[in-house]
């Protein structure tokens, strides 16, 4: 499985409206420019994501995005699904042995796991704990 721009960048804007949840909206552009991505293409990746119920938009001078449930409700796992279709590893397995078909399907389910047990939240709160955080090994 490879996760494109689409659900990379998807991710971040979600990440960034989780970081000013109760702020009020948030704009694209200001994300675009916080992140160096292109306005336009973030603007692109709303539209499935407000159509599938997981961000709201307000309009007005002081519009743009906030998210439609609290961070603890959205998983990445929800979020990729909506921009990046479902989650495979390998298209035609049925072709393959036993053996190889239950290994992809077990990488699949652990994919899958992760994916659905990481919330917006959870994100958030990874990238407020010490960023940039060097470990020394000692050998």
Request: without cysteine.
């Amino acid at each position: 499985m490879k996760i494109s721009t689409k659900g990379r960048y998807g991710l971040t804007v979600m990440i960034e409206l989780t970081r000013r949840y109760g702020d009020g909206p948030v704009s694209l552009k200001s994300i675009a420019d916080q992140k160096n991505l292109s306005a336009h293409y973030l603007e692109q990746l709303a539209a499935p994501l407000r159509n599938a119920g997981l961000i709201k938009s307000i309009r007005g001078a002081y519009g743009g995005y906030i998210l439609a449930e609290n961070p603890e409700q959205i998983t990445a796992g929800d979020i990729i699904r909506v921009l990046e279709g479902p989650i495979t590893l390998v298209e035609g397995m049925e072709s393959e042995e036993a053996a190889q078909q239950a290994l992809w399907l077990r990488v699949r389910d652990a994919v899958k796991e992760v994916l659905d047990n990481t919330t917006l939240l959870d994100l958030k709160e990874y990238g407020d704990k010490e960023p940039n955080k060097e470990y020394m090994f000692y050998i």
